[in-house]
Nanobody, 125 residues
């Protein structure tokens, strides 16, 4: 069982930056693939980024070059650093966990077992 708690959301102007954090419980954290997803009102939940135990990462095309996902396997933390934010990045951002790290890395929300409660990110124009 893994429990996830996100923090760091808020209101920011376009072009600004935010860093989201996700605290995970459990002794086997490092074996989990950790992902960030987002969901805007009236839209489906969409993949943002994923990182696995060895530090490999995959990003959605819409955030590539602007967002950076990272993890600290000692502190059981996952981060999403978001730069050059755009109004279309406005969403509730969710942290998610899935056991294992085999390729291809998962990007479908249905492939993840554990979810946090989400944190709101609002980017004003």
């Amino acid at each position: 069982q893994v429990q996830l708690v996100e923090s760091g959301g808020g209101l920011v102007q376009a072009g600004g930056s935010l860093k989201l954090s996700c605290a995970a419980s459990g002794r086997t954290f490092s074996y989990y693939a950790m992902g960030w997803f987002r969901q805007a009102p009236g839209k489906e939940r969409e993949f943002v980024a994923i990182t696995v135990r060895n530090g490999d990462t995959v990003y959605a095309d819409s955030v590539k070059g602007r967002f950076t996902i990272s993890r600290d396997n000692v502190k059981n933390m996952v981060y999403l650093e978001m730069n050059s934010l755009k109004p279309e990045d406005t969403s509730v951002y969710y942290c998610a966990a899935r056991w294992g790290s085999s390729w291809p890395l998962p990007s479908n929300p249905n492939q993840f077992e554990y979810w946090g409660q989400g944190t709101q990110v609002t980017v004003s124009s």
